[in-house]
């Protein structure tokens, strides 16, 4: 998908047709690579935040998901932490996003307040005086369908951790979760409900794959919609389920992937994939309107080397054979006081240019730390006729 951010100089086959396809060249090799700043908020306001990633609805609008977000007023005050968040892609510049259009609880979005969470608590729940939960949104929104009224319905999976205060570390796994997720473009209202079932909103059991954590996509017939999570081991292998857009509440409906075919049987699972922390699996049509190869990954490893990785595989289950290192690309952090020790959350933002073109490709990281963001940077790779 192509939004109005593209220029009409970085789409010159649509408009001159003359102009023989191009198409990205396998293996990928990096030719360019022009950095983009921040993903920064349109206030203007100090918002270090992590995580990043985007998705979009069947009406263009582009939802970017934030983690820990340390809010600030417009003078510099610190005004509270937001744990989870969305915001809306704004203007002609793929890298700002502005949280004006995310009502909380009064029905208004003040810039010099906190950013309220998109994952709420239910009541009861949440912070003790020992502990407090976290829910890291890695999935992405997946839009399901639009309703009667013209709203886009979508669904959102996320990781549920419980975390001790005062500890440094990312506590202990809980379960994955899942939420629903309404876009009323003509109200610009964005809003999550989380499920919950008769024993709780454990949709995926803390012994059983993450599935949906670590990402999700549509598939191209829109059949199914696709879901990507760690085993439940500690190997940071990544499993696959699937599940109809309109069955994605019913536990019962979903389908595993065993190596050979799908099966009711979670258990009979197998990865797709290994050694991978994050990283989102998108359509595509870099490799050619008529290449089989329509599904494309970009992501970071589990060995925590700040090195990006490109694959791409002929359907949402692989096989994803060869997920290469984007060779030269290099990797930064932007502010000098305390960045983690490795970039992470790598994530693609393909509807940013025309990549089937050009070779343009947007991706991002997080710097992390108390202070860090996330960096955008534009990738060009190499194409050919």
């Known amino acids: 998908m192509s939004s109005n951010v593209q220029s009409e100089d970085l789409d010159q086959s649509t408009h001159n047709p003359s102009l023989p396809e191009r198409r990205v060249v396998w293996p990928p090799k990096l030719i360019l690579q022009t950095p983009m700043g921040y993903l920064r908020d ?12 985007s998705s979009f609805f069947g009406d263009e609008t582009i939802i970017f998901q934030f983690g820990d977000t340390f809010c600030h007023s417009m003078d510099g005050s610190f005004t509270g932490l937001s744990p989870n968040n969305a915001a809306f892609q704004v203007g002609d510049n793929p890298t700002v996003s502005s949280y004006s259009f995310t009502h909380d609880s009064s029905g208004c979005r003040s810039s010099e307040k906190p950013v309220p969470p998109f994952l709420a608590f239910f009541p009861g729940e949440g912070d003790t005086e020992t502990h407090f939960l976290k829910f890291w949104c890695f999935s992405g929104i997946v839009e399901t369908h639009v309703d009667q009224r013209g709203n886009h319905l979508g669904v959102c999976y996320y990781e549920t951790r419980e975390l001790k205060r005062d500890a440094i570390d990312d506590g202990v796994y809980l379960y994955t979760g899942i939420a629903s997720v309404t876009w009323n473009a003509k109200e610009r209202f964005l809003e999550a409900k989380r499920w919950t079932g008769p024993q709780g909103p454990q949709f995926f059991l803390a012994d059983e794959p993450r599935f949906g954590a670590f990402c999700a996509v549509i598939g191209i017939d829109k059949k199914y919609i696709f879901l990507y999570g760690h085993a439940a081991d500690s190997s940071k292998s990544v499993v696959l389920a699937r599940v109809p857009p309109l069955r994605a509440l019913f536990k019962k409906e979903y389908e595993y992937w065993n190596g050979n075919g799908w099966s009711s049987m979670m258990r009979e699972c197998k990865p797709v994939f290994t050694a991978m922390q994050h990283g989102q699996i998108f359509q595509t049509d870099m490799f050619g309107r008529n290449s089989p190869f329509k599904y494309a990954f970009i992501g970071c490893n589990s060995f925590a080397d700040s090195k990006a990785r490109f694959g791409r595989a002929k359907e949402p289950q692989g096989p994803w054979e060869q997920i290469y ?10 502010q000098p006081y305390d960045p983690a020790p490795f970039m992470y959350c790598f994530y693609p933002h393909p509807w940013a240019f025309e990549t089937k073109n050009n070779g343009d490709l947007m991706i991002s990281w997080s710097e992390g730390g108390m202070n860090g963001s996330v960096i955008a940077e534009l990738l060009r790779f190499e194409t050919t006729t």
């Open 42 to 53: 349109s206030s203007g306001n100090n918002l270090p935040r992590d995580i990043g990633r």
């Open 325 to 334: 290192e984007v060779k030269g690309l290099r990797t930064y952090a932007m």
